[in-house]
């Protein structure tokens, strides 16, 4: 028999939702991700994927994302130096959040323009 949760059970639910969104908050995280996950890319080359972001935009999204473990950055020692981004195991474990959100924006879309 289920048993309906307890108003703290729901509240520490709801709680584990908050800190998740508050990490992935903004529009482009998710964007970034997914790009990440078809390989390692540089700052240029995501600018081009996650368009319209700015370069601005694009630079904080990276930063957070570094900060939060879901990214990691790699200088490369080349004539100009260049930098990679890839996606972490940390990152990775968000795959089937992304791949519902990418499904769901489809539906959305078609839904919307029939």
Known sequence: MNKEPTHEEYAGQISKVIEALDLLHGKWKLAILLSLSHGKKRFNQLLKEVYPIAGKSLSRELKELEQNHF????????????????????????????????????????????
């Open 71 to 114: 990214i990691e950055r790699t200088l490369i020692d080349a004539y100009p130096p260049t930098t990679e981004y890839a996606i972490t195991a940390y990152g990775k474990s968000l795959e089937r959040v992304i791949f519902e959100f990418r499904r769901w924006g489809t539906a959305h879309t078609q839904k919307r323009n029939p």
